[in-house]
C-alpha cells in the first residue's frame, strides 16, 4: 500500500504561484512514476506532469514553461511549483503514484486540494 497526502493548494490571483506538495508513505521503494494531475468543474481528470524514480518528466502542453514537477527521493515527496498562473488552471489537483509492472503497474490518488485562480 501507498498512502499520499497533499498539501499546498489555494486562492492565488492570475499571474501568481503555489506549490503543491504530495508526500508518500507505505511501500514506496515499488514505485516508479509519480505526478500531478487535474479536474476542473466540468471536465475529465487530466495529467499535468509526471516524474520518474530517473528523474524524466512530462508535462501538459497547457503547463509547459509555467509548471514544474521535481521529486525529493529523501522525503518522499513530489513538488508541483506553478508559476504565471491562470483562471483555467483551476481545479482540484490530485497526487498520483504509480507501481512498477511486479505490481501490475497499480496506481494511487491522493485526496486532491484545490487551487483556485481568480481573474
Known amino acids: 500500500q501507498v498512502q499520499l497526502v497533499e498539501s499546498g493548494g489555494g486562492l492565488v490571483q492570475a499571474g501568481g504561484s503555489l506549490r503543491l506538495s504530495c508526500a508518500a508513505s507505505?511501500?514506496?521503494?515499488?514505485?516508479?512514476?509519480m505526478g500531478w494531475y487535474r479536474q476542473g468543474p466540468g471536465k475529465q481528470r487530466e495529467l499535468v506532469a509526471t516524474?520518474?524514480?530517473?528523474?524524466?518528466?512530462n508535462y501538459a502542453d497547457s503547463v509547459k514553461g509555467r509548471f514544474v514537477i521535481s521529486r525529493d527521493h529523501a522525503a518522499n515527496t513530489v513538488y508541483l511549483q506553478m508559476n504565471s498562473l491562470k483562471p483555467e488552471d483551476t481545479a482540484v489537483y490530485y497526487c498520483?503514484?504509480?507501481?512498477?509492472?511486479?505490481?501490475?503497474?497499480?496506481?494511487?490518488w491522493g485526496q486532491g486540494t484545490q487551487v483556485t485562480v481568480s481573474s
Open positions: 498520483n503514484a504509480r507501481r512498477g509492472p511486479t505490481y501490475g503497474n497499480y496506481a494511487y
Open positions: 507505505g511501500n514506496i521503494l515499488s514505485i516508479v512514476v
Open positions: 516524474v520518474t524514480t530517473g528523474g524524466s518528466t
